[in-house]
């Protein structure tokens, strides 16, 4: 287990973000720990003294107004796929790519804005996003920015992902994705999203994070599939994808 000098548990982001500033300490924000504690443990993350946990922000409620989807970054996975809107937005497409980020225990730890954070290039939850066409608000602790998550590069470690918004509109989605097994991690993946005047498609296992289709791919070129096989699935999935959603 790494050993961590500090553990720090505050109640404002304001705070939580001060924390994050301080030179004389490298401390890191803790979410639902699913990914950081198992890196924090096999050392793959050396240079960090301590923690900030999220949990007392107040960050986790998801708020329904009019067409507006607000998940607080430290709502979790589960909580998404509960919730009466954000688990049926879309056919119900953010609750149907939660379950393939893992387990339920899992689900119940994982948070969005851990998601949005980490931005594994197989996140089909983190695609499912993407192609809702969401928002993420960062707080630097006085102010919040909102930036497209097609376009979000979290901007330094002294910021806060705070939550992610989205429309809700008439949407259909649908889901294609290849894997080794039914519940396997996936290899390629595409989530498309049709309707109210809007048709997007997002793709995972392309490239280092997943991605809105459309242009060049660089995916990876590894022992669960080569660079020309995840290029030709690509175009495989997005069809398939889009057929489901077009219905
Ligand atoms: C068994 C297992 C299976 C997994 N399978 C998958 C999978 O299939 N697909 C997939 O995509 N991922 C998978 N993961 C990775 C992991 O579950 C996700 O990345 C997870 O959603 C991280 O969320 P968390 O809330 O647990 O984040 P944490 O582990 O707490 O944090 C992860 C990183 O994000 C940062 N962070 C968290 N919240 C914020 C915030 N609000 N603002 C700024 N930075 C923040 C942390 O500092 C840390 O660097 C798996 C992990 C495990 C242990």
Not at 152 to 158: A, M, N, Q
Not at 185 to 202: Q, S, T
Request: charged share 20%; with cysteine.
């Amino acid at each position: 287990m790494a050993i961590l000098a500090e553990y720090h548990k505050p109640q404002t982001v304001t705070e939580a973000v001060q924390l994050l500033r301080r030179t004389d300490a490298r401390l890191r924000p803790l979410a639902g720990g699913s990914q950081l504690v198992g890196a924090l443990e096999t050392r793959a993350l050396p240079d960090v003294d301590g923690v900030v946990d999220l949990a007392g922000l107040g960050l986790q409620r998801i708020l329904a107004t009019g067409d507006l989807l607000r998940l607080g970054a430290t709502a979790t996975l589960s909580d998404v796929g509960n919730h009466p809107v954000a688990g049926e937005v879309a056919s119900g497409i953010l609750r149907r790519t939660a379950r393939y980020e893992g387990p339920v225990n899992l689900r119940n730890a994982a948070t969005v804005g851990g998601v949005v954070a980490t931005a594994e290039a197989d996140s089909e939850f983190y695609a499912a996003l993407l192609a809702l066409g969401a928002s993420v608000v960062t707080s630097d602790g006085a102010r919040e920015t909102i930036t497209s998550l097609d376009e979000f590069v979290i901007p330094s470690s002294h910021h806060l992902i705070v939550s992610i918004t989205l429309r809700v509109a008439e949407y259909r989605a649908g889901h294609a994705r290849i894997a080794r097994t039914p519940s396997d991690r996936c290899i390629v993946a595409a989530v498309a999203v049709i309707g109210d005047g809007v048709e997007r498609v997002a793709l995972c296992g392309v490239g280092e994070r997943p991605r809105l289709a459309g242009g060049a791919l660089t995916p990876p070129d590894d022992w669960r599939g080569s660079a020309a096989y995840r290029t030709a699935m690509a175009k495989i999935v997005q069809e398939r994808a889009l057929a489901e959603a077009r219905g």
